[in-house]
T-cell receptor, first 113, second 112 residues
C-alpha cells in the first residue's frame, strides 16, 4: 500500500507563476486535507474535502484553490505564487471527517523566489 | 491567534531522562490527537484521546486528557535516541476534522 502519495517532492517557482500540487490516496478514505507547515508554526489547514464532491476552507485558504477530482485525488493549485507561500505542503486523508486519524503524505517542499 | 498552545517549543534531554510536552486550549476540545514527525519526515499519528480524564499508554509513552478537556500532555519515560523528533498535539474544536488545530510542536533532541 502506497498510502498517500504527493507530487512533486520539490518545486521552485518564481513570483506570479502557477502550479498544481497533486495528491492521491489508495486507502479508500472519504476525507482529504491540505496543510502547510512553516518553521515554528505547526501545521495549518488550507482546505479540506470531507467527502467526494465537497470542499471547504481551512485556516489559511487565501491564494489557493482545490479540486476533489474523485475519491482518490485532491489537488491544490497556486494561481499566482507569492514568496509568502514558500512552505512545506502536506496532503492528508482520513477515513471520515469525524474522530479519525490523519494519514499524511511525504510532503512537497515549495520555494517561491 | 493560536487555537492550541503547546509548550515547550524545544527540549533537549540526555538519553534515559524523561520528557513531557503540554497542550492547552482556551475552549473545550472534542478530542485531542498526538502526532510525531521525525526530522525530514511527515507527521505520523500516535493516539487519540476522547474522554475527560482519559489516560492511555503506549510502552514508554503516556498520554493524558484533562478533566475539563482543555489540556493534554505526552510523557515519555526514559527517552531513547529513537524518540527524537517533533511531537504535535492537535485539538478538535467542533465535530469535523476541518476544525482540528495543531499546536506548534515540541522538538525533542536526545543526547546519547
Amino acid at each position: 500500500n502506497a498510502g498517500v502519495t504527493q507530487t512533486p517532492k520539490f518545486q521552485v517557482l518564481k513570483t506570479g507563476q502557477s502550479m498544481t500540487l497533486q495528491c492521491a490516496q489508495d486507502m479508500n478514505h472519504n476525507s482529504m486535507y491540505w496543510y502547510r507547515q512553516d518553521p515554528g508554526m505547526g501545521l495549518r489547514l488550507i482546505y479540506y474535502s470531507a467527502s467526494e464532491g465537497t470542499t471547504d476552507k481551512g485556516e489559511v485558504p487565501n491564494g489557493y484553490n482545490v479540486s476533489r477530482l474523485n475519491k482518490r485525488e485532491f489537488s491544490l493549485r497556486l494561481e499566482s505564487a507569492a514568496p509568502s507561500q514558500t512552505s512545506v505542503y502536506f496532503c492528508a486523508s482520513s477515513l471520515s471527517s469525524y474522530n479519525s486519524p490523519l494519514h499524511f503524505g511525504n510532503g512537497t517542499r515549495l520555494t517561491v523566489t | 491567534g493560536q487555537q492550541v498552545m503547546q509548550i515547550p517549543q524545544y527540549q533537549h534531554v540526555q538519553e534515559g531522562e524523561d520528557f513531557t510536552t503540554y497542550c492547552n486550549s482556551s475552549t473545550t476540545l472534542s478530542n485531542i490527537q498526538w502526532y510525531k514527525q521525525r526530522p525530514g519526515g511527515h507527521p505520523v499519528f500516535l493516539i487519540q484521546l476522547v474522554k475527560s480524564g482519559e489516560v492511555k499508554k503506549q510502552k514508554r509513552l503516556t498520554f493524558q486528557f484533562g478533566e475539563a478537556k482543555k489540556n493534554s500532555s505526552l510523557h515519555i519515560t526514559a527517552t531513547q535516541t529513537t524518540d527524537v523528533g517533533t511531537y504535535f498535539c492537535a485539538g478538535l474544536r467542533g465535530s469535523t476534522l476541518g476544525r482540528l488545530y495543531f499546536g506548534r510542536g515540541t522538538q525533542l533532541t536526545v543526547w546519547p
